[in-house]
Structures are given as structure tokens and as C-alpha cells.
């Protein structure tokens, strides 16, 4: 199971909107409404933002939010702050099996 | 709120194997699935594999099957990953995560990880 494509960074001033995506196949996220999207912050483990596509976990702030289309799913975060900057993880059911994006590392300029 | 505690940090020799602890706090074990991910140094994760403990068979990631197994202890509350023929590409931080299904890839309470390094 290949990694799903994710690009490799992205960046925003404070309160802009950064939009990332992540590119699977018709065996993962084209098949299968469970894409899940992670942060982490250096040397911390990921933490869950956002899943089955487009649900925020209790206490994640709507300024982030997810969507997919085909097989790309897509996470916004909007109204950029500096604690958003991190790295960035998509993940998706593959039938039997989970697959993790390559990963997106965000800059807050 | 349920919390997941993992083992402290291992350094083993290439060839050698090692098990990784990860204790369910605030909840039972039995009622989730317990997964396990690595993340390689300045690298991204990676599923290793899940169970549900007590039930079932777990799955394993191909790239993992035949060197990794998943076992949990009922009396200590604690899930175990066992990683066999180590090899220095498999230094890494390894953490076990919980998801409420095998089929939902939402990984929504983590440990804080085990560094393994492998070094002769």
C-alpha cells in the first residue's frame, strides 16, 4: 500500500487560509468516507483534527475543515495563527488497512 | 477520558527483537482497537498495525507481516508491540494509538511513543 501524496509544504501570513491536499486511489480515499487529518507539533505525538472526511473532534477550532472530491481529500485551515505551524498528516481505511500521507509541513510566515 | 502510556526508550542491537508497552488508562483495553504507528527520524507515519485485543485476528501492514505481533495483557491493562530481526532502517519512535473501529483510520488518543534505536 503506497503512501497517500501530500505536498511537502505550504504556507500563509497570519489569518490568511492554507489549503492542503491528499491523493490517494480508488482503494483508499476514493473508496472509503474515513480520512483522517493529524497535527504535530515537533517532538509531539499527531493529534486527531479532523475525521471521516469533514468531522471536528470536541475542542478543534472550526477554522479548520475537510472535504474530498474523488480521490483527494483536502484540508483547509483558515484564519492562519502561529500555533498552526506544524506538520500536517492525512490518513485513510484501505481495506484492512490504514495508509498515512507523506506529509505537509505548514509555515506561518 | 482514556490515556494511553507507553515504555520507556530501547537501544538494540541489529538482529535483536524488542516489545513495546502501551498501557490503557481511564478505559478497558478490550474495548478498542489498539494500533500501532512509526515514525522514522524526520520522517513521516506509518501504520503498523491494529487488534482489538481479545478478539479476533489483528491486522499487520504487508511491509511489517511476519516481524511485528500484537498481543495485550488483560490483567495489566497493557497492549504489546513485538518487533523481530531489527534493522538499523527500523530506528524510530513508535506509538500506539486508539481508534473506536478496525475500519475507520481515526486515530483520535495516542501514546506519547517509544524511541527504538538500532545500533551495533
Redesign the interface.
Known sequence: QSALTQPPSASGSPGQSVTISCTGTSSDVGNYNYVSWYQQHPGKAPKLIIYEVNKRPSGVPDRFSGSKSGSTASLTVSGLQADDEADYYCSSYAGRNNVFGTGTKVTVL | QVQLVQSGAEVKKPGSSVKVSCKVSGGTLSSYVI?W?RQAPGQ????MG?SIPFFGTP?Y??SFHGRVTLTADRSTNRAYMEFRSLRSEDTAVY?C?ISNT???????T????TLVAVSS
Open positions: 494500533n504507528v513521516g507515519l506509518e501504520w491494529g491486522n501492514a504487508q506509538y494509538a478496525e475500519y475507520d483510520s481515526c486515530f483520535h495516542w501514546g506519547q511513543g
